[in-house]
């Protein structure tokens, strides 16, 4: 349950600072999408978070809700598997930029979703 709730906590922080400073987001997205390791590095979080939430899914408030956040988590770590990881960093950046405008107001719903995650998990 615990890692239910860091994903929630690193979900909130995230928010944040999308919400106070959807600039650096911007900045240090782009970056972040040019790393060599991007590609498995997100692969791996997504599929052990993927992993967690299925795991302890019937622990929560909402076990249904949490099995299938899991389910999609490791189903979109598969779809990134799948694909090249030079395409996985040019897709990034380029929807990073389209949508950088929307940042704040991304940053306002996903901050509840953080908020529900650690309400769930405990």
């Not at 922080?13 to 106070?20: F, H």
């Not at 240090?28 to 299925?54: D, K």
């Not at 996903?110 to 529900?116: D, H, Q, V």
């Amino acid at each position: 349950m615990y890692g239910i709730v860091l994903f929630g906590v690193i979900m909130i922080g995230l928010s944040l600072m999308m919400i106070v400073s959807p600039k650096l987001w911007l900045d240090l997205s782009i970056r972040y999408c040019r790393l060599p390791y991007m590609h498995p590095l997100e692969i791996l979080i997504r599929i052990g978070f993927g992993i967690t939430f299925i795991t302890y899914a019937a622990d929560t408030t909402y076990p249904t809700l949490i099995l299938y956040a899991g389910y999609l988590l490791i189903a979109v770590g598969v779809g990134l598997a799948c694909i090249r990881p030079s395409f996985h960093r040019h897709l990034g950046i380029i929807m990073i930029q389209r949508i950088g405008p929307w940042f704040r107001l991304a940053g306002c719903i996903s901050l509840p979703m953080g908020i529900f995650l650690i309400y769930a998990a405990t």
